[in-house]
């Protein structure tokens, strides 16, 4: 034996004789509140934020607890960017679009009309500019986001008239989400913002002629076959819209290199959760809601070209008079028509051919 390995196990015999062990660096326990926009009952876009706290629980061997809460339970579905902002919750779980009223660029972080696919959002966000763009507008809002969830493109909601041209829009109140609300608006539509769980009372009692949510399963479970028999596609307004998870700026910077990391995993987790499920579970349920007597019916074309005409109309508008928009919105737009030109010989092609076979 060395001198040197004599008098560093001395030492350590030293250490131990005067009953002093040596420091250890642990990490502190951390404790976390995720708000919710949405009801326990919609077990998947709900579901995506406990995903997220299952595998930051399994990751950090139960050193950082995260705890969800269902919309309602903490703050209101659309407060919880206010919660995040003020630091009352450490973070959300939400789709951004229902904030365009604070900021138009919110849609763009989640869905537009006629924009990105599930897939393009994606591309955007992880390999485009999207999340350095996005990261850069939210922190106005003291947040730090993380994508956490994708629907797919979803169903054009429920009718409780037929619509067989553009005109039939006129007057017509549908609970719509986000943005497409503003164009739904320019072409004589009333749109009216509602919360997941308050759609069905409106659809009932007549307060409102059509909603849409998400797709079949979500649809299924909230009940709208009951009470409005027409079933439209597809959602120009929700090509793929992305959730998020929204963190406070200050919470988040609080965390240990390993905790933000443990952080980014889970998110990524949450977000291939999402979209997966739904894509098992809506073919069933469509079925279902079409042997029940739900009438499928595709928006008629006129009023899929007005809309496109006003969609592009209003993000003009925008630009010229918001400059965090239209830094964003020019980013975004080159790479929606990139992405449209690649789909349009694999995807498309490929789509195309097997919706055409017996299978």
């Known amino acids: 034996m060395d001198r040197r390995s004599v008098i560093k196990n001395a030492g350590i015999a030293g250490i131990l004789a ?4 040596p420091a250890v660096h642990a990490q502190a326990a951390v404790r976390w509140r995720i708000a919710s926009s949405f009801p326990k009952s919609l077990d998947t876009i709900y579901g995506a934020a406990e995903v997220f706290a299952k595998q930051v629980r399994a990751m950090s061997g139960g050193k950082f607890e995260v705890s969800v809460h269902a919309a309602g339970e903490l703050m209101p579905a659309f407060g919880v960017v206010d919660g995040v902002q003020q630091g009352s919750i450490e973070g959300a779980h939400t789709a951004p679009y229902y904030f365009f009223g604070k900021d ?5 972080g989640c869905a537009i009309p006629f924009g990105l696919n599930s897939r393009q959002m994606t591309a955007w966000m992880v390999e485009g500019n999207g999340l350095k763009l996005m990261r850069e507008f939210y922190a106005k809002y003291n947040i730090v986001n993380f994508p956490g969830g994708n629907t797919g493109a979803q169903m054009g909601g429920w009718f409780r008239k037929e619509i067989k041209s553009v005109k039939d829009i006129k007057g017509l109140k549908m609970r719509i989400g986000g943005f497409g609300g503003k164009v739904l608006e320019r072409i004589g539509g009333v749109p009216q913002n509602i919360p997941g769980g308050d759609i069905y009372p409106a659809l009932e009692k007549g307060t409102i002629d059509a909603a849409e949510w998400v797709g079949p399963y979500d649809d299924q479970k909230l009940g709208f076959n009951k009470v409005a028999p027409f079933y439209y596609y597809p959602g120009w307004w929700e090509g793929g819209p992305e959730l998020d998870f929204f963190f406070n700026t200050t919470a988040y910077n609080a965390l240990s290199a390993e905790n933000k990391a443990i952080v ?47 969609a592009m109309g209003l993000y003009e508008e925008l630009n010229a008079k918001n400059e965090s928009w239209k830094k964003i919105y020019a980013d975004y737009s080159k790479f929606r028509g990139e992405q449209n030109l690649w789909f349009r010989f694999t995807e498309m092609g490929f789509d195309r051919f097997m919706q055409g076979q017996k299978l």
Do not use: I, W
Not at 18 to 21: F, H, P, S
Not at 104 to 108: G, H, K, S, V
Not at 292 to 299: A, M, Q, V
């Open 18 to 21: 005067a009953g002093v062990a």
């Open 104 to 108: 138009e660029c919110f849609a763009l």
């Open 264 to 310: 980014d995993s889970a998110c990524a987790s949450a977000h291939v959760y999402m979209q997966a499920r739904y894509d098992a579970v809506n073919p069933g349920a469509l079925r279902q809601l079409v042997a029940n007597g739900t009438k499928l019916r595709p928006f008629p074309q006129d009023m899929m070209s007005a809309a496109f005409k006003e």
